[in-house]
């Protein structure tokens, strides 16, 4: 049974790209078939994951949102599913997704839009990805509408937990009245620099506020100079570097991620 999970925060910089591309890489070397939704118009996965020019493509997840809409025909699945040498199928974004809301600013029913074009693929996968654009509103309802859980990337600053409180009422607002199956996953730390004192107070600060109400991940990614190397070179962290401390840290949380979920 395919999971759909939504790498989401309304806050950019916090690790979403680094952690849906190595997630959906780790889940690959797992067997698993995996699809991942770049659902953001900076297009970071669909460019960590190879694609040189974006603003190139003729299909991207715009192109197939405007379908749904439409009510068009989907193209053919190998007109747009680019398969990485992972095995990861990615279905790319470019920068023509910023006019999301424009597009749906007249649709019946607009916040299913997402969900409609998933369920469409949902039966190919065991586990399909979607990386979020750091936006509340239309993208991010339609994410908590489509996916069955939610992980939460924080970056470990000072600022860490600040806009949460409205990203929670939404998501128990979805989780109330639409989706009654979503489930925060969790919250995975990321860039984490365990010997300073504000990291130190940022975790304990989302374990007081938050931890008796959502799961915080025991595994903690740490801030490495490698992730931005991987970046650069067009790859994971676990593909450039398996036993750098990042790497380790993600294949711990893939472990513990996937425990948890079942």
């Keep these: 049974m395919c999971k759909v999970w939504g790498i989401v925060n309304r806050k950019g910089g916090v690790g979403k790209t680094t952690t849906a591309t190595t997630l959906a890489y780790l889940l690959s070397v797992k067997g698993k078939k995996v699809a991942l939704i770049d659902f953001d118009g900076q297009r970071h996965s669909t460019k960590l994951l190879g694609v040189q020019s974006p603003e190139k493509l003729n299909i991207t997840i715009y192109e197939l949102l405007k379908c749904v809409v439409m009510e068009e025909e989907l193209p053919a699945r190998d007109n747009y599913v680019i398969t990485t040498d992972t095995g990861v199928d990615l279905i790319p974004a470019n920068n023509k997704l910023d006019n999301f809301e424009k597009l749906m600013s007249d649709t019946d029913f607009a916040e299913y839009k997402l969900k409609e074009y998933v369920d469409t693929i949902r039966d190919q996968y065991d586990y399909i990805l979607i990386d979020c654009m750091p936006k509340m509103g239309t993208p991010m309802i339609n994410v908590m509408i489509c996916c069955d859980g939610l992980i939460i990337p924080v970056q470990s600053e000072t600022l860490a937990v600040e806009g949460m409180s409205e990203f929670f009422k939404a998501y128990h607002k979805i989780r109330s009245r639409i989706n009654p199956e979503l489930e925060i996953e969790g919250i995975l730390i990321t860039m984490d620099n365990q010997r300073t004192k504000v990291s130190q107070r940022v975790k ?34 676990c593909e450039l570097d398996p036993t750098n401390a990042a790497s380790i840290a993600y294949q711990n949380f893939a472990e513990e991620l996937i425990s948890h979920a079942g």
């Design 204 to 237: 304990h600060q989302l374990n007081v506020s938050l931890g008796e109400h959502v799961r915080i991940f025991q595994n903690c990614i740490p801030r490495s100079t490698r992730v931005p190397d991987a970046v650069d070179a067009g790859m994971t962290v």
